[in-house]
């Protein structure tokens, strides 16, 4: 089969199209035909093993998986002997952020893992694209106690995480604001924000407007910066480990104190998301009730994912980038 491999860490040059051998399910593994793909700010962390410390899972000093991809969308197209939550023809979706090998046309996950059915009337691209963002989002989301009417900031709510932040905090009745470029103002508004700022133009920190919480879901800023509007007893979440790391200590602080000493009980906390199954379960039914649909920025054809990388690596991508691997896909 067609994968797109890779040997070292290193810049999207270093992703190569080769046949290798297709994969066999196991005991509780179904074998997926892969439609649709994509190429997310996970993946591009995998391709570089930054931050260093990803090495320690997934290999020292070259990959121990060859084939990179955590987000697909295809068919169940055989069963492992013990499998029951599955048939042959099932269109389904999954994830896996320790990567789970989409860069090719067969892949093999457990059906205990995190892969769902495809919501009906939805698409193999949409599907592929539906998770990465809104899991890391959910698992931003699910760290505080979210009441209707709660005032959040949202930073970077036009990219992956933060389209799937802004309709999931819709969702739970929030009161948002989120932050974007110039030509995602309008989209921004259109998935629940009530207020945009246009952080090409303004400061969003020196806003006058006090939150509940801030969600920097595109890591740029920090507690620092942010935390002057902030309401007291306010959080600080970022989808990254800050410039220094700072997040990780800020939030092991926060939890053993209840609060961030001298910070008026503001607190950071740290989005770590273990659960991907509940996240899919989510989205699935967020899909069905018509309160969740992913955005799609660009599709790449399956050869082309160094290209996709490229743009991806960028960091102005809007919503996510979906990868067409089935060459009938439309």
């Not at 970077?156 to 819709?170: N, P």
Request: include cysteine; charge should be positive; aromatic fraction near 10%.
């Amino acid at each position: 089969m067609k994968a797109i491999v890779y040997t070292q860490y290193g810049s999207p040059d270093v992703l190569q199209l080769r046949k290798i051998k297709q994969p066999e399910p196991k005991n509780n593994e179904i074998l997926v035909k892969v439609r649709a793909t994509s190429v997310n700010r996970t993946d591009c962390a995998n391709l570089r093993a930054k931050p260093f410390i990803m090495r320690f899972t997934m290999g020292l000093f070259k990959p121990k998986k060859i084939v990179m991809g955590t987000e697909f969308a295809g068919d169940v197209v055989k069963l492992g002997p013990a499998v029951t939550s599955f048939k042959e023809g099932d269109r389904v979706f999954g994830f896996d952020d320790s990567v789970l090998s989409s860069y090719a046309e067969y892949l093999v996950i457990s059906e205990d893992k995190g892969v769902s059915t495809i919501p009906e009337d939805y698409t193999y691209q949409q599907a592929a694209t539906s998770i990465e963002g809104a899991h890391y989002a959910y698992n931003i989301i699910n760290k505080v106690d979210m009441v209707k009417g709660q005032k959040v900031m949202v930073n970077g709510a036009s990219g992956g995480i933060g389209t799937a932040t802004v309709q999931l905090l819709s969702y739970y009745e929030a009161e948002i604001t989120g932050v974007c470029n110039t030509k995602n103002l309008e989209l921004v508004k259109s998935l629940g924000a009530k207020k945009v700022i246009d952080y090409t133009i303004e400061d969003f920190t020196k806003d006058p407007e006090k939150f509940d919480y801030v969600f920097d879901t595109v890591g740029k800023s920090t507690f620092g910066k942010c935390k002057g509007i902030l309401n007291p007893g306010g959080v600080y979440i970022s989808s990254e480990l800050g410039p220094w790391s700072q997040n990780l200590f800020y939030a092991l602080v926060s939890a053993l104190f209840g609060k961030l000493p001298g910070q008026k009980g503001k607190k950071v906390k740290f989005p770590y998301p273990p659960n991907i199954r509940r996240s899919i379960l989510l989205i699935k039914k967020l899909v069905e009730e018509g309160k969740f649909k992913t955005v799609i920025d660009r599709s790449y054809p399956f050869e082309k994912i160094p290209e996709a990388f490229r743009y991806v690596e960028k960091g102005q991508k809007t919503g996510n980038v979906s990868i067409i691997v089935d060459d009938d896909l439309e």
